[in-house]
């Protein structure tokens, strides 16, 4: 499949102006993993991982880049990359686990908000009728195509920003002292911090299944990096507003800082401000679910070429009983950690990778 056919597979009536980049980007990095992530970057690095927050969004702009060439030079998106550099089976069995890494994603952003739903609200919530119901409403948006995904992320991140400036309210109660002396830690623990945030910034990837839909995709880039830079700039922030409100050791031990800070906002007419949080977090939550689902069933429609609503109600069936199965605190966070790691190694290594041995071999025929 060449570059020009797989640009024009995608009609245009059915892609999104380049701009939506920014919300597609924003949306699945600002996901679940920043109302707790503090609690594990601290454990690497102590209070000096904000300097880790810098250095794992300089890594993942650089990725981001990347991943643009990866795609500009293939022609489309992964599955014609997959297809193109190592042929049919092989080609079609990395497009098939890329597909799984996707699904895996959505199973865990919605497992974990389910946890924060019982945690914090219903303690007796059944996990069955939850995840079941949840998934419908996404799939409902997902089989409005890749435009009715992208009209939520836009909601998402407009509804999510009083969310943001919430979450300065602590600073009249902080202790700015806590963050001295500056730069304690050593490099390898920074390093090590860095990598952690990894499980928080992982979902830009998903541009390698979507960059088709995007209109003029060449312009695309500086909004995807901008999108990215105001992620940065919230995980930034909520770490520094924890940072200085926590002692270090009170950190290690609060699962969803963000919440408890939540905890003390106080306005006259509402006295249990968190209940409101968690309620508009929702909608921040249903676009992370809608963008992954749509890109792993996606990707097996692309892949096996079977139709996009079959892929879908198989994926929702397997949504539904992986929620259900996992039940407790360590087999949650079990399925946070090993899709941190496959992301991490995904984007840091196997993207990479992919561009090294595109290049090679488009040289190679290049001469022949």
């Not at 597609?24 to 920043?34: D, N, P």
Request: aromatic share 16%.
């Amino acid at each position: 499949m060449n570059k020009i056919s797989l640009q024009q597979s995608v009609p245009d009536h059915l892609k999104v102006p380049p701009q939506m980049a920014f919300f597609l980007v924003h949306t699945m990095i600002i996901g679940i993993g920043v109302l707790g992530f503090e609690r594990y970057i601290v454990k690497d690095a102590g209070y000096d991982s904000w300097i880790s927050i810098l250095l794992g969004g300089v890594w993942v702009h650089f990725l981001v880049w990347i991943i643009y060439q990866l795609l500009k030079n293939g022609g489309g998106d992964i599955v014609a990359i997959h297809q193109s550099l190592f042929g049919g089976i092989i080609g079609r069995f990395l497009s098939f686990l890329v597909s799984l890494y996707f699904l895996v994603l959505c199973i865990t952003v919605l497992r974990t908000f389910t946890e924060l739903i019982q945690l914090w609200m219903f303690p007796q919530l059944n996990v069955w009728v939850f995840s079941a119901l949840f998934v419908l409403l996404a799939s409902y948006f997902v089989t409005g195509g890749l435009r009715t995904v992208t009209g939520i992320c836009f909601f998402s991140v407009v509804l999510g920003i009083p969310l943001i400036l919430l979450k300065f309210y602590p600073l009249q109660y902080s202790h700015v002292q806590n963050v001295f002396p500056v730069v304690d830690a050593s490099i390898m623990d920074l390093l090590k911090a860095a990598k952690t945030m990894s499980l928080s910034y992982i979902g830009f990837e998903l541009l390698i299944i979507y960059y088709p839909f995007i209109k003029r995709p060449a312009e695309s880039i500086k909004w995807a990096q901008f999108g990215i830079m105001f992620a940065i700039f919230i995980y930034l922030g909520t770490a520094i507003t924890s940072f200085i409100y926590y002692s270090e050791g009170q950190l290690k031990q609060v699962i969803w800082s963000t919440i408890t800070l939540w905890k003390i906002v106080e306005f006259p007419f509402i006295s249990r401000f968190e209940y409101i949080g968690i309620a508009i977090y929702v909608f921040v939550i249903i676009p992370n679910i809608c963008v992954s689902l749509w890109s792993a069933t996606r990707t097996f429609k692309r892949t096996f070429h079977i139709r996009q609503t079959y892929v879908l109600w198989g994926y929702m069936l397997i949504i539904v009983i992986t929620c259900g199965v996992v039940q407790d605190r360590t087999q949650i966070d079990f399925l946070n950690s090993i899709l941190g790691e496959v992301g991490f190694y995904f984007t840091s290594a196997y993207l990479p990778f992919l561009l090294v041995i595109q290049t090679i071999v488009n040289k190679v025929r290049g001469k022949s």
